[in-house]
T-cell receptor
Framework: AQSVAQPEDQVNVAEGNPLTVKCTYS??????LFWYVQYPNRGLQFLLK??????LVKGSYGFEAEFNKSQTSFHLKKPSALVSDSALYFC??????????FGQGTTLQVKP | DVKVTQSSRYLVKRTGEKVFLECVQD?????MFWYRQDPGLGLRLIYF???????EKGDIPEGYSVSREKKERFSLILESASTNQTSMYLC?????????????FGAGSRLTVL
């Protein structure tokens, strides 16, 4: 069965500092991994995905994520956080079932 | 700009009422999905559909049904609403493919059942 875990309910970081939002997954076969972001009172927006190839994936708004097969992780990163990055972030995993399973979400708070 | 439109942003219903949540996409996508979002639980899949008149149960289908009579429209039905169905409901669509394609989400429908 597919599953995904985001171990932190909230991540706090100062503006200008690097940020990491963690995600681990479990899936049989090759994983398809995604990050989505939700701003207040909005639907989810796609940030980036890993299907195959280079383990470092670059996405929207300067975000990137690193796929680590041995640790079954797909952490979201950004070198320099902005206050406007404050939002709810979801990791998701897809596989051969055709379904996309989401984690419980991590609230990112960037303080000036 | 591609869009998934959910007909109601906010609804308030009484226990036992029948509730319809409508979702329309204009991208000619084959796949459509209904999720519910609850704090601390993330998004949980209720039902999804790969084609017209086809439906598959997700992880939490109990108390819900769906209808897909046309490719662009996917409706979620609560036959008899209960207070534990108070939640944010998100519709999404994607092009064909097994879990590898990006979902486009609607803005959500926040349902309160009194």
């Amino acid at each position: 069965a597919q599953s995904v875990a985001q171990p932190e309910d909230q991540v706090n970081v100062a503006e200008g500092n690097p940020l990491t939002v963690k995600c681990t997954y479990s899936v049989s076969g090759n994983p398809y991994l995604f990050w989505y972001v939700q701003y207040p009172n909005r639907g989810l927006q796609f940030l980036l995905k890993y299907i195959t190839g280079d383990n470092l994936v670059k996405g929207s708004y300067g975000f990137e994520a690193e796929f680590n097969k041995s640790q079954t992780s797909f952490h979201l990163k950004k070198p320099s956080a902005l206050v406007s990055d404050s939002a709810l972030y979801f990791c998701a995993v897809g596989g051969n079932t055709g379904k996309l399973i989401f984690g419980q979400g991590t609230t990112l708070q960037v303080k000036p | 700009d591609v869009k998934v439109t959910q007909s109601s942003r906010y609804l308030v219903k009484r226990t036992g009422e029948k509730v319809f949540l409508e979702c329309v996409q204009d991208m000619d996508h084959e796949n459509m999905f209904w999720y519910r979002q609850d704090p601390g639980l993330g998004l949980r899949l209720i039902y999804f559909s790969y084609d017209v008149k086809m439906k598959e149960k997700g992880d939490i289908p109990e108390g819900y049904s769906v209808s897909r009579e046309k490719k662009e429209r996917f409706s979620l039905i609560l036959e008899s609403a209960s207070t534990n169905q108070t939640s944010m409901y998100l519709c999404a669509s994607s092009s064909t493919g097994y879990g590898a394609n990006v979902l486009t989400f609607g803005a959500g429908s926040r349902l309160t059942v009194l």
